[in-house]
Nanobody, 129 residues
Framework: QLQLVESGGGLVQPGGSLRLSCAVS????????IGWFRQAPGKEREGVAC????????NYADSVKGRFTISRDNAKNTVYLQMNSLKPEDTAVYYC??????????????????????WGQGTQVTVSS
């Protein structure tokens, strides 16, 4: 069974950086597109970034374009989210998710939560001075 475990969250000052990791076990990562989502208190879970199964295609929410970078290392079964120039509004629980999304779908957008079948438990990111 596919399992995803996020790590790398924490407290950071505005303007700082964090790198989140999503370790996948239970199957090879090669077959899945991976998305990063976040959920702030009282808000809906929103898609932040996604990457195709071979890493060739990425997509981002407008709110993080130019600041966040998603990447993957299939040999290590790990996906990363590098977050730079963090803002207080980036504060949320961050989740990684795996979905059977093809390249066309990834190119079209991050997608909604229902397009991803497998989820991690989340890691807290707090941006505050």
């Amino acid at each position: 069974q596919l399992q995803l475990v996020e790590s790398g969250g924490g407290l950071v000052q505005p303007g700082g950086s964090l790198r989140l990791s999503c370790a996948v076990s239970g199957t090879t990562l090669d077959y899945y597109a991976i998305g990063w989502f976040r959920q702030a208190p009282g808000k809906e879970r929103e898609g932040v970034a996604c990457i195709s199964d071979n890493g060739a295609i990425t997509n981002y929410a407008d709110s993080v374009k130019g600041r966040f970078t998603i990447s993957r290392d299939n040999a290590k079964n790990t996906v990363y989210l590098q977050m730079n120039s963090l803002k207080p509004e980036d504060t949320a629980v961050y989740y990684c998710a795996a979905g059977d999304r093809n390249s066309h779908e990834v190119r079209s957008g991050v997608g909604n939560r229902h397009e991803y079948e497998h989820w991690g438990q989340g890691t807290q990111v707090t941006v505050s001075s």
